[in-house]
């Protein structure tokens, strides 16, 4: 069966300090991968989607960038962080053979807090 | 662009008694449609699916959702609430007609099931 696992669960980190989030995902190839950020009483941000090995596509424009050195991970980095950062953090997988209609996947999150 | 609305913000409900929260997209044209659920402090977790076919959907915990495209809704319902169903739901829209596995999600809606 598919597994994806997240790390770390919470997080404290001073403004300016560097940010690095792992997810892997076990037990499926080729997914889609995403990172998702839910701001306290918020739906969910999309901030980057990859479709592949060294592809990233980014919906907004922070402070924030993602890599996928591997098919199975997705790392979500930062070099500087801000107030505005603190939230969580998930990271979610779908089957790229069967885009649309394939749900979700998610990893139990990461709560960041900046301080 | 494709939008989802969920106009409860926070849904208060006796247990055992009946609820419905509702879902409202923009457009109904190649779409398919989920709901999530959220425990606190974990990811989500879909609950159920609308992707072709018979219009009303169930989930295994006795949930259902009706797709109803000329509301352009996808309302959740419930007839006997429990107090595990305590949650964030959230509704979300997979449009094909975007170029990429982009999953649109509504700002969720908060269920609190009183004893």
């Known amino acids: 069966s598919q597994t994806i696992h997240q790390w770390p669960a919470t997080l404290v980190q001073p403004v300016g300090s560097p940010l690095s989030l792992e997810c892997t995902v076990e037990?499926?190839?080729?997914?889609?991968l995403y990172w998702y950020r839910q701001a306290a009483g918020r739906g969910l941000q999309l901030l980057f989607y990859?479709?592949?090995?060294?592809?990233i596509s980014s919906e907004v424009p922070q402070n924030l960038s993602a890599s996928r050195p591997q098919d199975r991970q997705f790392i979500l980095s930062s070099k500087k962080l801000l107030l505005s950062d603190s939230g969580f953090y998930l990271c979610?997988?779908?089957?790229?053979?069967?885009?649309?209609?394939?749900?979700?996947?998610f990893g139990n999150g990461t709560r960041l807090t900046v301080t | 662009a494709q939008s989802v609305t969920q106009l409860d913000s926070q849904v208060p409900v006796f247990e055992e008694a009946p609820v419905e929260l509702r879902c409202n997209y923009s457009?109904?044209?190649?779409?398919?449609l989920f709901w999530y659920v959220q425990y606190p402090n974990q990811g989500l977790q879909l609950l159920l699916k609308?992707?072709?076919?018979?219009?009303l959907v169930e989930s295994i915990n006795g949930f259902e959702a009706e797709f109803n495209k000329s509301q352009t809704s996808f309302h959740l319902r419930k007839p006997s609430v429990h107090i595990s169903d305590t949650a964030e739901y959230f509704c979300?829209?997979?449009?094909?007609?975007?170029?990429?596995?982009?999953?649109?999600f509504g700002p969720g809606t908060s269920l609190s099931v009183i004893p």
């Open positions: 979610a997988w779908s089957s790229g053979r069967s885009s649309y209609n394939s749900p979700l996947h």
């Open positions: 037990g499926t190839s080729n997914p889609n």
């Open positions: 990859s479709v592949g090995i060294g592809q």
């Open positions: 457009s109904s044209v190649s779409v398919y």
């Open positions: 609308y992707l072709s076919g018979s219009t």
């Open positions: 979300a829209v997979s449009d094909r007609r975007t170029s990429y596995d982009k999953v649109i």
